[in-house]
Each structure stands twice: as C-alpha cells, then as structure tokens.
C-alpha cells in the first residue's frame, strides 16, 4: 500500500494545499482502492466490523485496513485516537474524490456515526484511548440502548436501572429497537442511577460488553421482512464502574448530544440509502425501469420528477455545508439537526415512491417469480423507509423542536 503518491515538483508550485491534497488523495484512491468495491453496495455487502466480521468480499477487507490504516474511516478524528487527523476542507475533499470513484465506505458503524463522537466530547482519556481506534479499525460492532417498551418519544422516562453496588453497577430493564443488537459487540446506553431525581437527572451513560451474562436479545421482524432491530433485556448484567461515561446522573446532555449525530447521519439517507439508491444512480434506476428516448427517461413526468428530487438533492447538500461551516465559526444551532433529520427522511421516502411508481408491475416484486435481486430490494427498502420518520425521533418530535428551538416560535 503506498503511502503517498509523488506530484512531479514542477507542477505543486502551481497547486494550492488543498489542491495537492486532493491530487494525492486521487492518486492514492486510485491505486489502493479495489475495483470491486466500486459502485453500489446491496444487502449484506456493507461491512459492519466488529469481533466476528464476516466479509462477503475478500477486498472488503482489505480496503478496511487501508483506510483505518491512514485513519480515513474516521478522517477528522485526531491521529492520537487513530484517526485521519484531517482538516473539514481536507475531509470533503476526500468524500469527494471517492464519490467520483463510487468507492463504497469501508465501514458502516453506529460507533464511527454516533458514538464516537460522543466519546471525543466527553469521555475521559483512558476511555478514549481505549475505544476510539478499535472504532476507526471496525474491530468492537456496537449498539445503542436507548428506547424502551414505555420510554419512546418520552426516552426521559426510561427505567432501566443501574444500582451502586461498591466496584460495579448492577443493571437491569430492557431496551427496545435495539439496531443489530444481536451482532453488536457492546453497546452503549441510558440507565437510570437517581430514582429521586427529576427525570432527566437521574440518568447515566454506560458502555458494557453485549457477552457480558445476563444480556440477551430477540430480534425483532419488520413488515419488511428483515429483523434488524432487537428486543434487549438487563438481568444483573454488572457493568465495571470505569465504564462510566460523564458525570453520574449526567447522562441526559450526552443522550441529547449524541441524538444531534445520529440525526444527522439518518439525515444523509436522503443521499444514499440502504440499498445502494443515491441520487446520482436515481435517474439510472428510473431508466431501467420506464425505458429512454433520445438518452432521457421516456415519460416526461417521470423525468420531471427524478429532476426535482435531484434538485432538492443538490439544495440540500448545500444548506448542510452552509451549517457546517457555521458551526466551525461557532455560530451553529445544534437543533438544526431536527430540521436535517426531518428532510433527509422525508427525501429518501419520496425517494422510493418514485422508484415503485417508475417500476410499475416489477415494484410488486417480493421474492422470486422473475424478479431481479435489485427489484426485491427496492420493495423492501421502501418499506424499510418507513421507519425514517420514526426512528432517532420521531418526525413529530423533530417538528417541535424546530419550531421552538430553531424558527424560535412559542409554545
């Protein structure tokens, strides 16, 4: 694997910095990325890591450990928690130049979205050290435990409880929609450690192992027949008090801040979705399906459609540039990732209604009977996008905070 690509030194006196970093990073990409692992990925092609990672692809693998080698599965994470250390203009370059290659993440990870993050914020230095490069290498699969069977939308209710017991806690409850719980390795998640406080003060963040005894899970069936989320259940499941995140009882400001980034990353499924649908292949797919005249999609208010929905495609990677350079300033609202979380799930909703109504008898398709892998996919996925509106908040909830806390309206 090459480190860095030479550029001839007549031409890097004509290059600004962020110019030779893009030609390196093409240069690099080009030679280090496999051919297979461009393009669209489907179903069980995306790698999630973690303790017993099955690769599909043998070059899956290896294009896992060529990006968490230079840190470019987490890119602005710092060098010292093997991260890429790179700089936000140097890291949208990078998300360039593999979407000019269509070269898939090498990594998918609830720990690289939503935990990490958190951690950096938050976590003590012995946690840092200890959790983030297994994040950055896909080595530990994690998992959040946050919604309970009577702690949805009103998550500050939640009762699993983490009692005191000297060196450790002793939790028990259960948590519900548990992503993947059944694959994660450890899993982090709300526990309440004050039963007289206010709600939203008695709650703790701990991490804890998934083999730990007394965790167990029961995946859950979806109309779409997958069963990515899981029933998880606590029976005195002792946890190391080292495992604390935070403050005890200051679980509620980490909870709210680690909801930001996982709404933000369900926001960017207005993108790219599941299946491997991004807006760029969208007018390919509807090709597909409703044929071509002269190079264009054959029904004019298709086409009209899929421009549209390209449009806003385009607008709304925009207005999230324009706050995250905001938000380098220091002059971003936190609570814009409520309005982001809510367009991006709406956008991959329309996304696959315009899919089914381009496929017209083939979006029909369940399993077998003629129909193309692609094709079932698509029948799922849409109804798999379903559960945008409702998972991380609900649209409902989004809409509420919108309202009071970005557009400033009053209650």
Not at 89 to 99: K, P
Not at 237 to 264: F, M, S, T, Y
Not at 279 to 285: I, K, M, P, T
Not at 395 to 404: R, T, Y
């Amino acid at each position: 694997m090459t480190d860095i690509i030479p550029i001839p030194t007549e031409l890097t006196r004509f290059m600004s910095a962020i110019d030779t970093f893009r030609a390196q990073t093409r240069a690099w990409l080009e030679e280090n990325c496999p051919q297979s692992m461009r393009g669209a990925q489907v179903g069980d092609d995306v790698t999630w890591g973690g303790r017993n990672a099955r690769f599909k692809n043998p070059d899956a693998k290896l294009w896992l450990e060529r990006m968490a080698a230079r840190g470019w599965t987490a890119p602005t994470w710092p060098r010292e928690y093997a991260g890429g250390g790179l700089a936000a203009d140097e890291a949208v370059v990078l998300q360039q130049e593999m979407r000019r290659i269509q070269a898939v993440p090498p990594l998918a990870s609830f720990g690289l979205w939503m935990l990490g993050p958190a951690l950096l914020e938050y976590a003590s230095e012995a946690q840092k050290a200890e959790h983030l490069p297994k994040i950055v290498r896909g080595e530990i699969r994690w998992c959040q435990g946050y919604s309970e069977p009577g702690a949805g939308s009103d998550l500050a209710g939640l009762q699993t409880r983490a009692e005191d017991k000297g060196d450790h806690y002793l939790v028990n409850g259960s948590k519900i929609w548990t992503s993947y719980a059944n694959y994660a390795d450890w899993i982090f998640c709300l526990v309440r450690t004050d039963f007289e406080a206010p709600k939203h003060q008695g709650i703790s963040f701990l991490l804890f192992d998934m083999a730990s005894r007394g965790v167990s899970t029961k995946p859950i069936r979806l109309i779409s027949g997958a069963s990515p989320f899981c029933e998880t259940f606590f029976d005195d499941v002792k946890v190391p008090k080292e495992n604390l995140v935070g403050a005890l009882g200051g679980g509620w400001e980490i909870a709210k801040r680690l909801l930001q980034h996982e709404r933000n990353m369900i926001a960017s499924m207005g993108g790219v979705s599941a299946d491997g649908v991004s807006g760029d292949s969208l007018e390919a797919r509807v090709k597909q399906f409703a044929g071509t005249r002269d190079g264009c999609i054959a029904d004019a208010s298709l086409r009209e459609r899929v421009a549209r929905h390209k449009m806003n495609d385009h607008a709304f990677a925009l207005t999230l540039k324009r706050a995250r350079e905001q938000a380098e300033t220091g002059a971003g609202n936190a609570a814009l990732s409520s309005m982001f979380k809510y367009y991006g799930s709406e956008q991959n909703k329309r996304k696959y209604e315009l899919l089914l109504d381009a496929g017209g008898m083939a979006a029909l398709g369940w399993r077998g009977g003629g129909f193309s892998d692609r094709e079932l996919a698509t029948t799922r996925s849409w109804l798999r996008s379903k559960a945008n509106s409702i998972e991380g908040g609900t649209s409902e909830v989004q809409l509420n905070v919108i309202a009071k806390r970005v557009l400033g309206l009053p209650d």
